[in-house]
């Protein structure tokens, strides 16, 4: 192939807690067993290159729980990926050190969760007191330490829609544009196995979604930002106009060391 992004689950573990997660008997617990080694993970990024891939984005569980993550980076970007990107939920990125490790080994892009415009909102989706101050401050750190060393930082924030989240959008979004964002990846609640008794708390329907992303991107947003909606359907949304950045892509899923979760 020529091109594409790989996305590269490194592990399953999570410092938050948040309540619609459909891995929580798995993400919440220490290390597990059966997660892949810092060996695995290199042949893998081998492989991927091998095959034509030029992107790479490593994702979780919380990324930044593996001590390895700035290996990986430096062993991807020498490897030849053009980008390296990483989705995390921002708590590490507060601590200026390691933020700086991060860029020194190859980060060009970042994608952190943003639940609400404060701790209460966002803390209580994540369950994690003190969540939301990190993620703030990380966004911010990341991003001053990527511009003081010369380095672009592509930097966009996630979303999860629920009836608790959808109301505050807007405020959340123009926090987002805040700290130096310019856009923000909104995601509804997924409804699967694992989280079918969370929906009559998390889920929305299409109507409720539709409205509620209308009433925060009317008028545009003062930073110019742009959203990027997943798993809704376009048709919905396209008058909407430059606020909107329509996901295009496909997506092929490959899994490896998958087991069965404890329950």
Do not use: W
Request: charged share 20%.
């Amino acid at each position: 192939m020529r091109g594409g992004t790989l996305t590269l689950e490194v592990g399953i573990r999570c410092n938050n807690r948040c309540g619609h997660c459909h891995q929580a008997v798995l993400r919440f617990a220490g290390p597990v067993e059966g997660e892949p080694s810092t060996g695995e993970l290199l042949d893998g990024i081998g492989r991927a290159r091998h095959e034509g891939y030029d992107e790479i984005a490593f994702t979780g569980g919380e990324p930044t729980l593996r001590r390895d993550l700035p290996d990986l980076i430096r062993a991807a970007r020498a490897a030849g990926f053009e980008r390296a990107s990483v989705t995390t939920n921002g708590r590490m990125l507060s601590y200026p050190a390691y933020a700086r490790t991060l860029i020194e080994a190859g980060l060009t892009g970042i994608s952190v969760s943003l639940h609400g415009p404060d701790a209460m909102l966002h803390d209580g989706v994540t369950g994690a007191p003190g969540s939301f101050r990190q993620a703030a401050k990380g966004l911010t750190v990341v991003i001053a330490t990527a511009a003081a060393a010369g380095v672009p930082l592509q930097a966009c924030t996630i979303t999860v829609l629920t009836p608790a989240t959808l109301p505050r959008l807007r405020e959340t979004l123009c926090l987002a544009g805040s700290l130096g964002t310019r856009l923000h990846i909104l995601q509804p609640f997924i409804v699967s196995r694992e989280t079918l008794h969370l929906a009559p708390q998390h889920l929305a329907g299409l109507d409720e979604l539709i409205e509620g992303i209308e009433r925060a991107v009317a008028g545009g947003l003062p930073h110019g930002g742009r959203i990027k909606p997943y798993n809704l359907p376009p048709c919905r949304l396209t008058h909407l106009g430059e606020v909107l950045e329509v996901q295009s892509y496909r997506t092929v899923t490959h899994k490896e060391h998958e087991q069965d979760s404890p329950d």
